[in-house]
T-cell receptor, first 117, second 113 residues
Framework: SAVISQKPSRDICQRGTSLTIQCQVDSQVTMMFWYRQQPGQSLTLIATANQGSEATYESGFVIDKFPISRPNLTFSTLTVSNMSPEDSSIYLCSVEDLAGISGNTIYFGEGSWLTVV | AQSVSQHNHHVILSEAASLELGCNYSYGGTVNLFWYVQYPGQHLQLLLK??????LVKGIKGFEAEFIKSKFSFNLRKPSVQWSDTAEYFC???????????FGTGTRLQVFP
């Protein structure tokens, strides 16, 4: 399976600031995704990071708040803009590991735990 | 609305008890099914997955899950739990013709010695 590295692993951020999270994969992958896991909650898909084009956002998430870059097949960034305490969450990068024509598996990075004060 | 449902939000068991966690989904067509586990303070790990073939799949750490197509279910089982199985368990689905992994709400399992 692909090895996924996220930076930062943890951060405490001031209200109103922005933070960019980096996701690096050790192999080329077609699909990269960003998820959010709020405290005590399940994971919610924010967007699909598309290489060379704008990300595809899920309902409730917008580019102005969560701009995403995907310059190549091994790297993506997620920015959380103009943060408020409600943005305190774990943000996870995930990639699709193609297992052949029978299916695929999605693996997750260790997450970036953001606390907004 | 299409979704993934986990009926048990919090399960408390003693060691050696048997475990079954429910998962139902409402997507039609062919789906890929997964169970992930998140141990306290750790990142999400894949327990097992089902794509096709034998509907009874075996995963790591003695877990297994059974896909019942007629019931749209993919329940997770373990015959004898251990204290170290204390964790949050997430059922997830990749619906037909998408690459998006949709998660259930999660089940918190506490195992007491």
């Amino acid at each position: 399976s692909a090895v996924i590295s996220q930076k930062p692993s943890r951060d405490i951020c001031q209200r109103g600031t922005s933070l960019t999270i980096q996701c690096q994969v050790d192999s080329q992958v077609t699909m990269m995704f960003w998820y959010r896991q709020q405290p005590g909650q399940s994971l919610t898909l924010i967007a699909t990071a598309n290489q060379g084009s704008e990300a595809t956002y899920e309902s409730g998430f917008v580019i102005d708040k969560f701009p995403i870059s995907r310059p190549n097949l091994t790297f993506s960034t997620l920015t959380v803009s103009n943060m408020s305490p409600e943005d305190s969450s774990i943000y996870l990068c995930s990639v699709e590991d193609l297992a052949g024509i029978s299916g695929n598996t999605i693996y997750f990075g260790e997450g970036s735990w953001l606390t907004v004060v | 609305a299409q979704s993934v449902s986990q009926h048990n939000h919090h399960v408390i068991l003693s060691e050696a008890a048997s475990l079954e966690l429910g998962c139902n989904y409402s997507y039609g067509g062919t789906v890929n099914l997964f169970w992930y586990v998140q141990y306290p303070g750790q990142h999400l790990q894949l327990l097992l997955k089902y794509f096709s073939g034998d509907p009874l799949v075996k995963g790591i750490k003695g877990f297994e899950a059974e896909f019942i197509k007629s019931k749209f279910s993919f329940n997770l089982r373990k015959p004898s739990v251990q204290w170290s199985d204390t964790a949050e368990y997430f059922c997830a689905v990749i619906p037909y013709n998408t690459d998006k992994l949709i998660f259930g709400t999660g089940t918190r399992l506490q195992v007491f010695p």
